[in-house]
């Protein structure tokens, strides 16, 4: 116990590891991380579409309503702006988009900021204590088998923002708020307008999918230090039982 406490104490900055693929590559998990919740998480757009009235002796013009959504994607609480309450001599009933996709995008997100954190927790050990690290067979195996876990979790989150996002593209296309979220009978006609580009979005869901590779690639080189990885000892010639 002594020994261990010593280790652990024994603070010795080292920059070596940052030219082996352990440290590398722990480096480029950090930053992709960053990526990932950060092209999610702070996303912001709206979706447009033309309002006019089938009654032209009102003398109205077409006017533009909108939706703003961001992360978390709750379209269902977003309601079409830009409509007067009394619109084509009726009372206009604000709409609002269809789908709550939250799901998917914190959990996605949280991923990203976990692996964010551990990252850090992991340079400063490799940094640092990279002589404790290989002194003892305990440390690298919980590295290994975090990483293992963080992989399968960067598939299963990217997979499920990945069908998230073609949800939020349907629910938010103009001509589909037209057939669905719209009242767009009766007194009123509806024109499809303009949507805000989803492009950092789905950067976000190759970020997602680079994540994995990178954590999958890393658990090798991880394994390589554990004690999984060691060659079984020679045996004795001398215990081999003689014919």
């Excluded at 551990?118 to 975090?146: E, K, N, W």
């Excluded at 992989?151 to 996002?165: C, D, E, I, Q, R």
Aim: net charge neutral; charged share 10%; with cysteine.
């Amino acid at each position: 116990m002594n020994s261990l406490t010593q280790k652990m104490s024994g603070l010795q900055i080292n920059l070596g590891p940052l030219k082996e693929p352990l440290g590398f590559i722990k480096v480029l998990e950090w930053i992709f991380s960053i990526f990932s919740f950060a092209t999610c998480g702070g996303y912001s757009g709206k979706t447009e579409v033309l309002v006019g009235c089938k009654n032209i002796s009102l003398g109205l013009h077409n006017v533009t309503s909108h939706a703003s959504f961001m992360y978390p994607f709750r379209l269902n609480s977003v309601i079409f702006q830009g409509i007067d309450a009394m619109f084509c001599g009726v009372a206009w009933e604000a709409p609002h988009l269809i789908g709550d996709f939250s799901s998917p995008a914190q959990f996605y997100v949280s991923i990203g900021v976990l692996a964010f954190l551990y990252c850090i927790g992991a340079l400063v050990l490799y940094l640092g204590y990279m002589h404790f690290y290989r002194g003892t067979q305990v440390v690298p195996l919980i590295d290994f088998i975090i990483t293992v876990v963080f992989a399968f979790m960067w598939l299963v989150s990217s997979s499920a923002w990945a069908k998230g996002l073609t949800d939020i593209k349907i629910a938010t296309d103009p001509s589909f708020v037209i057939k669905t979220a719209l009242p767009c009978a009766g007194n009123y006609s509806c024109y499809a307008g303009s949507v805000s580009s989803l492009g950092s979005l789905n950067v976000s869901v190759v970020v997602g999918f680079l994540n994995l590779v990178l954590w999958a690639g890393n658990a090798w080189f991880i394994y390589k230090e554990t004690n999984l990885h060691a060659s079984p000892p020679a045996e004795d010639p001398a215990n081999i039982p003689q014919p």
